[in-house]
């Protein structure tokens, strides 16, 4: 009996530590995984808040100056901090913090900046009501920079967390420090009283604020969403993954997975989301050292349209491609029957030492994905191209769908042109002829 109970003892008291061991080492792997999220989630914060005050320094620099040579540029530079900005934003968990007029704002420099660089300057100068624009512009954005680098000051000095931003806004007795939750409402109490900068020409994009649109089809489970995870990253090796699925009583936003994997071999480390709703990857990043460039921009093109279409995403075709350094930047559109569909964009970014997709945004794609009858063009092909300055030397016309300053699609004619050795992508409405956009390439 003795013996026997001995036998017993000793095996319950290994089950305890097996048991201990496995919890001990579940709960290092969260911390783990949440401090790889947390760094993500600063750095992307830190980044804003630099681009932020790399914004407020140029929009001031275009006060001192009335000339194309040196106003043009400095606006296309607004127009870019604008749009980088915005794409911080994307990766902060703000699903809890009102951020949308601030949002709005930025969309609304970078179509004022936009449109003003691209036109011709020495023709038609900044009137004084723009200058105005302008002023109210910097004077916003100098409040921006302002509380962000509060909110900065205390995350910092409080060692406060982003990873407790949602958790924090549901707590209704008692809750936890809530700087963070604060500081942005603060910052968007300073943007309402500037609404309107930028007069009714402008589009305000707040409709692209209020989160991705009412989707339909079968809601997800967790493992669900691990397997649609692992099947859309393409580095595979993974060691640890984790799941936290959004609150969803906020009705502004469509509730979503949010998936940390770490890998090996080599080691890396990816943030993704995935909507509940039809399990759609919304983007992930993956962060990882990249050697030495091995393949081109052209084959890397290769490359993200072999992954697009293994993920089921078809007619996808290249629209711009750039180069930084060891990465490309892709964007995709959608072709159907020669016709780009603009809103239906994809972003990818590849590693130029494999070809490995380590960047994927799909977020436009999800939100303006929808079978649609193309209208038949009431301009022919002549007719459009005689709205375009007599100087511009076309090289490639195509119909498109795009969306205009007010956020509807509208069918154009796609001209890619040159002029005193620029390029320029311009659209012409195929309905009205109204010149809709102009882009310098």
């Known amino acids: 009996m003795m013996k026997g109970s001995w036998i017993v003892a000793g095996a319950l008291a290994a089950a305890l530590i097996g048991t201990g061991y496995w919890g001990y080492t579940q709960n290092r792997d969260l911390k783990e995984m949440n401090l790889k999220a947390e760094n993500n989630y600063q750095r992307a914060f830190n980044e804003l808040t ?35 900005a915005k794409s911080d ?39 004084a009501k723009e200058y105005n624009n302008l002023r109210n512009i910097y004077s916003t954005a100098e409040k921006i920079q302002d509380g962000l680098r509060n909110v900065q ?29 604060d500081g942005f409402k603060h910052i968007e ?68 997975y949010s998936v940390s994997m770490a890998h090996k071999n080599p080691v890396a480390d990816t943030y993704m989301e995935i909507t509940e709703t039809a399990g759609l990857p ?33 007619n ?8 930084y350094d060891t990465i490309g930047v892709l964007q995709m559109v959608k072709s159907i029957d020669d016709v780009r569909i603009y ?30 009858k193309i209208p038949t063009p009431k301009l022919t092909l002549e007719q459009a191209k005689a709205k375009l300055n007599k100087n511009v030397k076309v090289e490639e016309e195509r119909l ?16 890619l042109g040159t002029y005193n050795h620029d390029t320029y992508d311009i659209f012409i409405n195929a309905t009205t002829g109204d010149e809709e956009k102009v882009k310098k390439l």
């Open 50 to 84: 630099f681009d932020m005050d790399l914004l407020h320094d140029k929009i001031g620099t275009t006060l001192a100056m009335n000339s194309r040579t040196s106003l043009s540029p400095a606006l296309a530079d607004v127009w870019r901090l604008s749009i980088q």
């Open 89 to 127: 934003i994307a990766q902060l968990p703000l699903k809890f913090v009102p951020f949308d007029k601030t949002q709005a704002f930025l969309t609304g420099v970078g179509n004022f900046s936009y449109k003003t660089a691209v036109r011709d300057l020495n023709k038609e100068p900044l009137t």
């Open 153 to 181: 000051t205390n995350i910092m000095n409080k060692n406060l967390s982003w990873i407790d931003v949602g958790q924090i806004a549901e707590e209704k007795e008692a809750p936890r420090d809530n700087s963070i939750i």
């Open 189 to 256: 109490q300073v943007k309402a009283t500037t609404d309107n900068d930028f007069g009714p020409t402008f589009s305000n994009g707040q409709e692209e604020s209020k989160g991705l649109k009412k989707l339909t089809g079968k809601k997800i489970d967790e493992n669900e969403a691990k397997k649609i995870a692992e099947d859309a990253v393409p580095l595979k090796n993974v060691t640890k993954i984790q799941v936290t699925r959004s609150q969803s009583d906020n009705k502004r936003f469509e509730p979503f």
């Open 282 to 314: 919304i983007f992930f990043i993956t962060n990882r050292p990249i050697s030495k460039q091995q393949i081109s921009l052209d084959d890397a093109v290769k490359k993200g349209l072999s992954y697009l279409n293994s993920k089921n995403y078809k």
């Open 316 to 323: 996808m075709e290249l629209y711009d491609s750039s180069q």
């Open 343 to 372: 809103p239906e964009a994809i972003q990818l970014k590849v590693a130029l030492d494999n070809g490995q997709i380590i960047g994927f945004n799909a977020k436009n794609y999800i939100t303006s994905n929808h079978v649609r």
């Open 400 to 415: 498109a769908v795009i969306l205009n300053d007010f956020n509807k699609e509208v069918l154009t004619y796609e001209f």
